[in-house]
């Protein structure tokens, strides 16, 4: 079956980079995904990244694939106390219904001033 | 850009009662609805696959009939828990697939839900 996991905590200084990881098992997922959820909040996405795609970058997020390890990373440049959330890597899968998401277990990212 | 709107926020009731949560897309239509569920500090899991105008595809180990779910229209679903009970109490959130999003999805705020 699908697994997605992530480790579970992240903590850095304002003004640093912040690394997130995340691997996963389906090797025939098309699309790739960052969400960040806020406390008491939906889930909003970040960014995606295409399984032929190696790198993306969308401003201060940069996104890694690297496919035959199964590996997903997300990069914030200059974090910022605002980043602080939890950040959930999912890649699309299948299952009876069609297209669905399978998420990691979410890494919670706080930024210290 | 889409949206999608999710009521109430947030929803305390006795057990034993019914709680209706909906979930509904504000500029587009969605044949298909996802609901998940999240415990506290924990990932999101699927619950169902909500499709309009017929019956929901429920995951291995949820059970039909106390998690309702109606998708009578392009832009409603919902999600009933009957007969609520402590352990229901959770974070239920909504998605919707969009296309030309490349095949991404968007969610709804979630509805925490707090059986007493």
């Known amino acids: 079956g699908e697994d997605v996991e992530q480790s579970l905590f992240l903590s850095v200084r304002e003004g640093d980079s912040s690394v997130i990881n995340c691997t996963y098992t389906?090797?025939?997922?098309?699309?790739l995904y960052w969400y960040k959820q806020e406390p008491g909040a939906g889930l909003q996405l970040l960014t995606y990244?295409?399984?032929?795609?190696d790198m993306k970058q969308d401003q201060r997020l940069t996104v890694l694939l690297n496919k035959k390890d199964k590996h997903l990373s997300l990069r914030i440049a200059d974090t910022q106390t605002g980043d602080s959330a939890i950040y959930f890597c999912?890649?699309?899968?299948?299952?009876?219904?069609?297209?669905?998401?399978?998420f990691g277990g979410g890494t919670r990212l706080m930024v210290k001033p | 850009g889409a949206v999608v709107s999710q009521h109430p926020s947030w929803v305390i009731c006795k057990s034993g009662t019914s709680v209706k949560i909906e979930c509904r897309s504000l500029?587009?239509?969605?044949?298909?609805m996802f609901w998940y569920r999240q415990f506290p500090k924990q990932s999101l899991m699927l619950m169902a696959t909500s499709n309009e105008g017929s019956k929901a595809t429920y995951e291995q180990g949820v059970e039909k009939d106390k998690f309702l779910i109606n998708h009578a229209s392009l832009t409603l679903s919902t999600l009933t828990v009957t007969s609520a009970h402590p352990e229901d109490s959770s974070f239920y959130i909504c998605?919707?697939?969009?296309?030309?999003?490349?095949?991404?999805?968007?969610f709804g705020s979630g509805t925490r839900l707090t059986v007493v």
């Open positions: 500029d587009f239509q969605a044949t298909t």
């Open positions: 998605s919707v697939p969009v296309t030309g999003l490349a095949q991404g999805y968007t």
């Open positions: 990244i295409f399984s032929n795609m």
């Open positions: 999912a890649e699309s899968t299948m299952n009876n219904a069609g297209n669905m998401l399978t």
């Open positions: 389906d090797s025939s997922s098309t699309y």
